[in-house]
């Protein structure tokens, strides 16, 4: 076969694969592209957006257990405008329209089908932003008391005193009252010591305020300070206002304890008594009333006769 021949066929094999080949080869073009632009969002994120991010969050103050699932949504929302922008610019402007109506129509779906848990999440950003307890704080809401463990977008985890693990929706955290006696630096404990109605009030008084002056769980400034709140039925209760410095849990239980067995040791000593509930239980039958009693004794005594 001569060397003309041999080209010939080729250019002709050529031609027959020609129509072929050109959209083959704008596919690749266009994939190259698709892909430098998802790589160049990639690089874009890591080397200048998520810099600029741990640095916001420096700056809000934000705990590690926040930071997570932030940087995980700033991520997903840079790679998803990476991946529409490799799109339009490989060409794929139908396909990204339809994907944009598909996923609109999957959007509202979802948003029906996951409503407590969009609910969940929103009140999951409020925790983070609004910051009415962190991890380690020890709250009380609805009845229920513990210590913060984990906190994430849809629920938060609260171990009990009990050793109990409560997952609570993070909904029902933002839609109630939470009280969290830890969230400043210092808290007020309140005692009521009841005393006899015949023991000196005064003696007791300083005895209460000197019994946490000795405490070096008590602050000395705010002072303890003692009132007389109550009047009830066996004693005259005298309210101790009292505070502690940075509390939590096992602080407030046993800064307590030792200040009313203190107290209580120094009354015995002084004479002064703790009264218990004293009832007093009347009765009265209808049957007994004395003319009626008398006529029926009297019937007896002349049956007897």
């Not at 008391?145 to 985890?157: K, M, N, Q, Y």
């Not at 939590?248 to 030792?258: P, T």
């Amino acid at each position: 076969m001569s060397a003309a021949g041999g080209t010939s066929d080729v250019v002709a094999v050529a031609g027959t694969l020609e129509p072929f080949l050109r959209p083959l080869t704008g596919i690749v073009i266009d994939a190259a592209i698709f892909l430098a632009v998802v790589f160049a969002t990639y690089l874009l994120y890591k080397a200048v957006i998520a810099p600029l991010v741990l640095r916001l969050f420096d700056r809000q103050g934000l705990d590690e257990h926040a930071r997570r699932p932030l940087q995980k949504i700033v991520a997903f929302l840079v790679l998803f405008a990476g991946v529409t922008v490799a799109f339009g610019a490989a060409g794929y402007q139908g396909f990204l329209r339809s994907l944009a109506t598909i996923a609109a129509a999957a959007t509202l779906a979802i948003g029906f089908a996951l409503q407590d848990v969009i609910k969940n999440f929103v009140a999951g950003v409020f925790i983070y932003t609004d910051k009415p307890f962190r991890i380690g704080d020890w709250i009380e809401w609805q009845g229920n008391s513990g210590v913060v463990e984990d906190i994430s977008f849809r629920v938060t985890r609260v171990r009990t005193f009990d050793n109990e693990l409560l997952t609570v929706p993070n909904a029902v955290l933002t839609g109630d009252v939470v009280k969290n006696p830890v969230a400043k630096k210092t808290l007020r404990l309140k005692f009521v010591f009841g005393i006899d109605y015949e023991d000196d009030v005064e003696k007791a008084t300083d005895i209460i305020v000197e019994e946490a002056e000795k405490s070096d769980a008590i602050l000395d400034d705010p002072a303890p300070s003692v009132r007389l709140t109550e009047l009830a039925d066996s004693y005259v209760g005298l309210q101790s206002r009292i505070w502690i410095d940075d509390p939590s849990r096992a602080d407030f239980v046993k800064a307590r304890a030792d200040y009313v067995k203190a107290v209580k040791k120094r009354f015995d000593e002084e004479g002064i008594s703790i009264p218990f509930p004293q009832r007093t239980v009347s009765g009265r039958n209808e049957w007994t009333d004395p003319t009626s009693f008398g006529g029926a004794a009297e019937a007896g005594i002349g049956g007897d006769s």
